[in-house]
T-cell receptor, first 120, second 107 residues
């Protein structure tokens, strides 16, 4: 079955460490996204990629980095510069980016199961 | 500024007690409105996409409707397994998510 796989499910980071969250999809989707979810807040966009070897900053990119070397993979690195990294991280994909979609086109997101990152 | 507001923040219902969740939005050019269901510790699961005012979609006990300013998710005769957080998102040139409504159905 096609879908998005995020790993690990739980991740613990020590102060000053960089950690990388994995996101792999086999849906043949062009666009991929990373969101952060905190209690009582909506999903906030960290980074997104519309095509291989290209990515754009979202609303809260500071302290994070990404790469998109393959269509199927969009890993997120949480660097030591991110001062409050404890959160639930969600990866998503869509067939094509929203701004390139026409009306009445199904470009809804498919989400992974998430990674919960905790600073220890 | 584009915004998506969901209400109520939380809702407790008895099993079988029907109700509606609201999603109001202000975007310059709506391309679509999405409803998702999210269970604790899991990623959101896609429910519906609505594209134009007057459109309705149904799935089991859920029915989503859309007007020019808001969308409703109607839950008819809910069961305890319908307990979850329901997220609304709207798309113009990007997708904006609301904070969600936490729904709890009591047996």
């Amino acid at each position: 079955d096609g879908g998005i796989t995020q790993s690990p499910k739980y991740l613990f980071r020590k102060e000053g460490q960089n950690v990388t969250l994995s996101c792999e999809q086999n849906l043949n989707h062009d666009a991929m996204y990373w969101y952060r979810q905190d209690p009582g807040q909506g999903l906030r966009l960290i980074y997104y990629s519309q095509i291989v070897n290209d990515f754009q900053k979202g609303d809260i990119a500071e302290g994070y980095s990404v790469s998109r070397e393959k269509k199927e993979s969009f890993p997120l690195t949480v660097t030591s510069a991110q001062k409050n990294p404890t959160a639930f991280y969600l990866c998503a994909s869509s067939p094509y980016p929203v701004r390139l979609a026409g009306t009445n086109t199904n470009y809804g997101y498919t989400f992974g199961s998430g990674t919960r990152l905790t600073v220890v | 500024e584009d915004q998506v507001t969901q209400s109520p923040e939380a809702l407790r219902l008895q099993e079988g007690e029907s109700s509606s969740l609201n999603c109001s939005y202000t975007v310059s050019g709506l391309r679509g409105l999405f409803w998702y269901r999210q269970d604790p510790g899991k990623g959101p699961e896609f429910l519906f996409t609505l594209y134009s005012a007057g459109e309705e979609k149904e799935k089991e006990r859920l029915k989503a409707t859309l007007t020019k300013k808001e969308s409703f998710l109607h839950i008819t005769a809910p069961k305890p397994e319908d307990s979850a957080t329901y997220l609304c998102a709207v798309a113009d040139d990007k997708i904006i998510f609301g904070k969600g409504t936490r729904l709890h159905i009591l047996p």
